[in-house]
């Protein structure tokens, strides 16, 4: 099976940085599109970052300028470098790829566990 395992996050004052990490494992063909999303209390989950795998990369509005969302298709890795932190950017980020486990097979959209960012002011 197909595992994320999300690392990185915790607490920082305002204007400070942090970087998440997230590894794919398991019995993988290939890995197309891989995001972060986050979900702030009382909030929908909402789409912060997502890169293709060729490298393409998109942001959210509020995100833009201090966020970079890059990959290593050879680690099977997505990383999500938050700069510049705002109290409102406060939230549960969750890693996402979308996943093929077979050459027949589909692509499937696998989720990390969560990881909790909390941003002081």
């Known amino acids: 099976q197909v595992q994320l395992v999300q690392s990185g996050g915790g607490l920082v004052q305002a204007g400070g940085s942090l970087r998440l990490s997230c590894a794919a494992s398991g019995t993988i063909f290939s890995i197309n599109d891989m995001g972060w999303h986050r979900q702030a209390p009382g909030k929908q989950r909402e789409l912060v970052a997502g890169?293709?795998?060729?490298?393409?990369?998109n942001y959210a509005d509020s995100v833009k300028g201090r966020f970079t969302i890059s990959r290593d298709n050879a680690k099977k890795r997505v990383y999500l470098q938050m700069n510049s932190l705002k109290p409102e950017d406060t939230a549960v980020y969750y890693c996402?790829?979308?996943?093929?486990?077979?050459?027949?097979?589909?692509?499937?959209?696998?989720w990390g566990q969560g990881t909790q960012v909390t941003v002081s002011s």
């Open positions: 996402n790829a979308e996943i093929s486990t077979h050459i027949v097979l589909a692509p499937k959209n696998y």
């Open positions: 890169i293709t795998s060729r490298g393409r990369t």
